[in-house]
């Protein structure tokens, strides 16, 4: 049989997607009620009067929520998913505002009606009377706390929070060069092509609720549901239809809407439903990225880091309901490749009037890595250095792996990098890209009246972090394999990776392998799908649990063919005797077997019938077995996996206009062991593309008042085709990883976590004037250069007069 | 107000509100939903339909504007059961990954196909130009191009 871990097949879920079949959250609910909800329009305020009278009278409406309909632990905030010792000040949303609302987009009502143009009529008349406060937008107006977000949170500061190793006041003092640097990030957010949404159904006689959601975390919400609405866990089923995106912002739970909607489906005993538009979608999901930073830097001669501090501000919007993990990502992942002598870093997590920050695709990693790789090219300019050697000077060796920096990871463990060789990565980067002969490409461009330059960036990736993933694997008569796990799918190919490996772990063809994700009836014991942790975490468990059912099919097999297990192999879903020619059974009639029957319905079952199976001295079941053919197993990381990788660019920025054009893309990637190497490209397709939205187009437009300008796809500037590399050079190693059964690594943000910093360096390279803040627009590129300009006569100037 | 439809060769009769979107009718009152909507203001292509065989944005066109006319979308482009040239490029090429911008893109390579059967790859990029996708960036959906043209 043809191996399938690592063979690049075409994905086998294409085909609904491809015909119209695919059932996407609105494409289910046509009868449900509709949901519209009332928007703060202040960034903040008091809440001082809501009046619905004038809604009252719209056709089609059904029912008005406000805060004071909410009872019970729903009345209470939403839940603060990661709480932290660090973060003394967090809070959180209500989900509808009691008295006050801190940014635009806010829910402060929520109407039910028969359809959502009605639901809207009736939103639209609902009259909020506000008494609008300061608001505090950006992380110099947070940091200089002029106004608090919330009253009770002194300097804007939800966490202060330091880890250290070294002594890094010495080590910096003491190094024979020293350099100090500012640099920013602005915000962008996951955007994915399908906005957020919740269908729920209640059913009044067993008491039991149904919801869908276009979640990233099923058995995530199904908890929250049922703790926020006082129900057994075991009333509550939470589906995952097929999504639309999620790039982070779809593992935030509960959102407002996936609590409210199932509270008005009980209520009013008819399926509901939310569908986000997407000027919603803007203002009321999530963003991310936004930090400043200050780094001092001490190294020596070749360029090797010897001492480096780092403080750093995160704004992180107006509540807390994800915990510092970005901020902490952007703190540990910062160190890459690298291992500075000493490190310290410290992070202030900031309140400000705009939407809530959380993880989106690299999660704090293109910030970290921008602030690293910026200081990499720092040094290698000081000292006149090439700058791929100097990040040489400063790679962790393949043989100090494992390498503990003694600093504590995202997930509560430590930062330990697990395997990988990031000299060879480079090597092939620099070949890749051409990055030695690339002065003779500067030269012919120059001669052309053209200028062109070249960047380099590297990054690491903690992935697949804990606590666990599980898999089941169920056998049925007909031969048929049925997988399940509980993380849930947005487009990572699961249906096909997953049933490569369960083809390959048991013997059978890949077209009887079919594999449910995120269903909570399937499989209740889950996570959620983030961290590029799906291929690890549930790739692993589902290997697991595949060797356990093939272990029992030998077992029986073993009985049934008079053979010993080591005597069997199963060749496309038969398992036969080696080197015996016909002494072979089906895994289907092992199933059979396994399920001793009192009751017989059909050939295959006669054939399983107490009366018939079995030594009649002993029980049908041993007492340490189970009937069926069918396998379930976990995988529990000790701590996450670190891929790594390095991005090379070449662009061409126009001498008069400042547009900046990519001439060429290369990535060097090591995500371990490749399940399927097509859909990994494609991951680092998609990764890059929305990296260059990030350092070339992508930033939320927010005003002083806090008001999102550009909220919408004609003035947020997602990239279409024309934005993006034409072709993206891609090799890769494999590293793999010891801490997992397959050796996988997380594949789904790499793409995305280095695009600053290598375009940073590569725009710096062009042009000679540094880049320190991103995204970079063409007109932000012209402004540079007039400092620049500027400056330079001014010095001139200036040395002239002394002169 | 009473509408004619008729859609993938299929004429449906349907009562709507003057304001109804033609994404919404297709949508929820014929549940054609293989027709998605990303943005609702015309920008992301999601809800690409074929209109007379000319691509249009369902979303920026009420229901009862289009009365009469032949309307194709994604769950017409397959031909019993077999997937078109298109499709099976996508499929082929790893041209989807969520799938949600999908059919938009289907549908408008299927015009653009129609009008420049051998493009270049400079055309395929523009071809596609009008539609966003956040998961592929966009490589295997240029190569789809060349490939459907190209079998």
Request: hydrophobic share 40%; net charge negative.
């Amino acid at each position: 049989m043809t191996k399938m871990f690592g063979a690049p097949i075409p994905r086998r879920e294409d085909r609904r997607f491809l015909t119209g079949g695919a059932a996407f959250l609105d494409d289910l609910g046509h009868d449900a009620l509709a949901v519209a909800l009332v928007r703060s329009p202040h960034a903040h305020a008091r809440v001082v009067d809501i009046d619905v009278s004038g809604a009252l009278d719209v056709d089609g409406l059904i029912a008005i929520y406000t805060y004071d309909d909410l009872t019970g632990a729903l009345a209470e905030p939403l839940p603060l998913l990661i709480p932290h010792p660090a973060l003394t000040h967090g809070r959180t949303a209500h989900a509808l505002a009691r008295d006050e609302v801190n940014h635009v987009g806010e829910p402060v009502a929520m109407v039910v009606a028969k359809d959502r143009y009605l639901a809207e009529d009736a939103a639209e008349r609902i009259a909020v009377t506000y008494e609008p406060l300061p608001a505090v937008v950006g992380i110099e107006a947070a940091r200089h706390a002029d106004h608090l977000v919330h009253d009770d949170v002194p300097g804007n500061v939800a966490a202060n929070y330091t880890q250290a190793y070294g002594d890094v006041d010495a080590a910096i003092a003491s190094a024979p060069h020293r350099l100090s640097l500012d640099l920013a990030v602005e915000r962008s957010a996951s955007t994915p092509l399908e906005t957020r949404g919740v269908l729920a159904e209640w059913d009044t006689e067993s008491a039991r609720l149904r919801v869908w959601s276009s979640t990233q975390t099923a058995t995530g919400l199904r908890a929250a549901i049922a703790a926020k609405l006082g129900l057994d866990l075991t009333n509550v089923e939470v589906i995952t239809p097929d999504i639309g995106g999620g790039f982070g912002v779809k593992i935030v739970h509960p959102w407002p809407e996936e609590l409210l909607v199932p509270m008005a489906a009980r209520a009013l005993g008819r399926p509901v439903k939310f569908t986000e538009d997407r000027a919603e979608h803007f203002v009321a999901a999530a963003h991310e990225r936004a930090q400043l930073h200050h780094v001092e830097v001490g190294f020596d001669d070749e360029g090797r880091i010897l001492g480096l501090d780092v403080r750093f501000w995160h704004d992180h919007g107006a509540y807390t309901p994800y915990g510092l993990i970005v901020p902490i990502v952007t703190s540990t992942q910062l160190l890459g490749p690298y291992k500075p002598g000493a490190y310290r870093v410290e992070f202030d997590s900031l309140y400000t009037n705009t939407v809530i920050v959380t993880p989106y695709r690299g999660a704090g990693r293109p910030q970290g890595a921008f602030v690293m790789e910026r200081t990499v090219d720092a040094i290698a300019r000081d000292l006149g250095l090439d700058r791929a050697a100097v990040r040489e000077a400063n790679f962790i060796q393949p043989d100090e792996m494992p390498f503990d920096f003694g600093l504590t990871f995202q997930d509560g463990r430590p930062l330990r990098y697990d395997s990988g060789d990031y000299p060879a990565t480079l090597e092939k980067l620099k070949k890749l890209v051409g990055w030695d002969s690339f002065e003779a490409v500067r030269e012919a461009a120059r001669a052309e009246g053209r200028r062109v330059g070249i960047g380099l960036a590297c990054y690491v990736e903690g992935t697949g972090v804990g606590p666990y993933e599980g898999g089941h694997v169920l056998i049925e008569t007909s031969g048929k394999v049925k997988v399940a796990t509980g993380l849930t799918t947005q487009g990572q190919g699961h249906q096909t990776v997953f049933a490569q490996i369960v083809a390959d772990e048991l013997g059978v063809p890949i077209s009887d392998v079919e594999v449910v994700t995120g269903d909570t009836r399937r499989f209740p014991y889950a996570v959620g799908t983030f961290a590029s942790r799906a291929a690890v975490m549930s790739g692993s468990a589902i290997a697991l649990a595949a060797r356990n059912v093939r272990e029992k099919a030998l077992r029986v097999a073993a009985d049934a063919l008079e053979a010993d297990t080591e005597d069997l192999e199963i060749v496309e879903g038969v398992v036969r005797v080696k080197g015996n020619p016909g002494a072979e059974i089906a895994l289907g009639t092992v199933a059979v077997l396994s399920n001793p029957l009192r009751y017989a319905f059909d050939e295959a079952s006669q054939a399983a019938t107490q009366f018939v199976v079995g030594d009649p001295g002993k029980p049908p079941v041993a007492d340490d077995d189970e009937p069926g053919l069918e396998g379930r197993d976990y995988y529990s990381p000790p701590h996450a996996t670190f891929a790594n990788g390095m991005h090379a660019v070449i662009v061409e920025t126009d001498p008069d206009t400042a547009e900046i054009r990519i001439l060429k893309y290369a990535v060097v990637h090591d995500c371990g062991k490749l399940i399927n190497p097509r859909i990994v490209e494609g991951q680092i397709h998609g990764g890059v593309a929305q990296g260059v939205g990030g350092a070339l187009y992508e930033r939320m437009a927010y005003d002083e008042d806090g008001q999102l300008q550009n909220a919408s796809f004609m003035d947020f500037l997602m990239p279409y085709v024309t934005e993006v590399p034409r072709g993206i050079d891609i090799d890769h190693l494999e590293t793999p990883s010891p801490l997992n059964p397959l050796g996988v690594k997380g594949a789904g943000e790499a793409g995305v976590i280095p695009s600053a910093a290598v375009f940073a360096s590569a725009i710096e390279d062009a042009e000679g004037i540094p880049i320190t803040s991103m995204p970079i627009s063409p007109s932000e590129l012209f402004e540079l250069r007039e400092t620049a300009t500027s400056a330079r006569t001014d010095s001139r100037r200036h040395s002239e007069d002394q002169r | 107000m009473n509408v004619r439809l008729v859609v993938n060769g299929v004429p449906y009769d349907v009562e709507v509100p003057p304001r109804r979107l033609l994404s919404d009718c297709l949508r929820h009152d014929l549940r054609l939903t293989g027709t998605h909507v990303g943005c609702e203001h015309g920008v992301c292509g999601a809800c690409t339909v074929l209109l007379d065989g000319r691509p249009v944005r369902s979303c920026l066109l009420l229901a009862v504007s289009v009365d009469g006319l032949e309307i194709t979308t994604v769950e017409g482009l397959a031909h019993n059961g077999e997937l078109s040239p298109v499709q099976q490029a996508f499929a082929d090429c790893h041209g989807l990954q969520c799938g949600f911008c999908t059919p938009g893109f289907l549908t408008t390579i299927t015009a653009g196909l129609r009008e420049n059967p051998d493009p270049t790859e400079d055309e395929a990029r523009e071809m596609i130009a009008g539609n966003l996708c956040r998961c592929t960036g966009y490589q295997n959906i240029v190569a789809a191009v060349m490939k459907a043209a190209r079998p």
